[in-house]
């Protein structure tokens, strides 16, 4: 399909380029200096106290679970409107989920008076997601948990770049993941970042990235060490040179980038308010500095989603849906405790629709978005 519009996009110039093939020329493709400047970076913007690079947000949350002793008879908490690695990291160590409602139409994130009916003898950790990278309400989530010994793990995969109180999100919780695939604010195709302020737990972290083994190749090669032993089941999570060179340039971008996001989204916001108010846009009035990772819109109730972006499409117009919540889908139905309380999630998982977002697009191309979002409510109303 060729969409006037797309969904998102990446572009990619001259210096990711020349990362990668300076990486390419050195011959040294994985755990190297590349991907310990990587880390050093990241925790510096991030204000991390540890960073640690890996394959791709969803064995940052496995290790989440893992480091914070996670398993059968376990249950962990967190919100059914999210990307299924969220519950599928809680899955892996055979612990159970249990869905929380989101806040409201206007805020799509964990809500804290749902966690807190979901408390159980079981319960071992809360695990947030910053849709779109607007925060969750963080302090009373913060709040509950410390008072009931709960850790808590943010799925930070939308919130590269963002802040609330000068704090970057991710950071605020026990232990951080991002994700940089290929359509997140900050991409290496695949890739991502555990980050954590516990000595400890980042201990854990480098474990059992790289097979539970003491020593890596890399110390290896530098004369740092001969032998290693094997101290836990370890797994090789790791991320490679050429990755985390892309990592390093997408990073400086980062703030251009999500400046970018956060101007076209407050163009949508002010062409749509006047061109279809019957559309709602959530997060209008979100504390903090978000990413802009996507941009979520309601439609009204009654109107036929599939129809909406039927029409959309037939415009040159790519959308999208986050999410189809994971209590619904088969391999969670009748299986989640939590699910048959999810009254909000149920009426805005079944009305979102995500409209084009990235730092590329021209204000032309959200006029035209914009634009098509009229007709194409008027005939799913019909
Ligand atoms: C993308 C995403 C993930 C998974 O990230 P990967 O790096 O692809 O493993 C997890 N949670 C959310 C909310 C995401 O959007």
Not at 2 to 24: M, Y
Not at 62 to 86: K, N, Q, R, W, Y
Not at 218 to 225: E, P, V
Request: proline share 5%; aromatic share 8%; hydrophobic share 45%.
């Amino acid at each position: 399909m060729d969409w006037k519009v797309p969904l998102s996009d990446v572009k990619f110039d001259r210096a990711e380029i020349d990362a990668v093939t300076s990486v390419l020329e050195s011959g040294w493709l994985t755990m190297g200096a590349v991907t310990a400047e990587f880390e050093k970076e990241f925790a510096a913007y991030s204000g991390a106290k540890h960073a640690l690079a890996v394959t791709n947000a969803t064995v940052a949350l496995h290790m989440a679970c893992l480091a914070l002793g996670l398993g059968p008879g376990d249950e962990v908490i967190l919100p059914s409107l999210t990307f299924v690695a969220t519950a599928n990291a809680v899955r892996y160590t055979g612990a159970e989920v249990v869905f929380a409602d989101i806040t409201s139409p206007q805020d799509l994130t964990i809500s804290p008076a749902s966690i807190e009916r979901r408390l159980s003898p079981r319960t071992r950790a809360v695990m947030v997601m910053h849709y779109a990278g607007y925060p969750c309400e963080m302090s009373s989530i913060l709040d509950w948990a410390q008072a009931h010994h709960l850790p808590v793990i943010e799925d930070a995969a939308h919130a590269s770049g963002s802040f609330l109180n000068e704090r970057h999100l991710g950071t605020l919780g026990k232990v951080g993941c991002f994700s940089f695939f290929s359509n997140k604010n900050l991409s290496t195709g695949e890739g991502g970042m555990i980050v954590t302020g516990d000595d400890a737990l980042a201990e854990q972290f480098r474990l059992l990235r790289s097979h539970g083994m003491t020593s890596l190749t890399w110390d290896r090669h530098q004369g740092h060490a001969w032998s290693y032993d094997v101290v836990t089941t370890g797994y090789n999570y790791r991320i490679d040179e050429i990755r985390s060179a892309l990592g390093r340039v997408q990073l400086r971008k980062l703030e251009a980038n999500n400046a970018r996001r956060r101007e076209i989204t407050t163009l949508y916001r002010s062409l749509l308010a006047e061109d279809c108010p019957a559309l709602s846009l959530p997060f209008a009035h979100h504390p903090g500095v978000s990413a802009a990772h996507i941009l979520p819109v309601l439609l009204p109730p009654g109107a036929d989603r599939l129809r909406f972006m039927e029409g959309m499409k037939a415009r040159g117009i790519q959308t999208s849906i986050h999410y189809p919540p994971i209590h619904a889908f088969s391999a969670f139905k009748g299986k989640v405790r939590g699910a048959e309380d999810l009254p909000v999630t149920d009426d805005v998982a079944a009305r979102e629709v995500t409209l084009p977002l990235y730092p590329a697009m021209t204000d032309e191309q959200v006029r035209q978005v914009a634009a098509a979002v009229r007709p194409a409510l008027e005939e799913s109303a019909l």
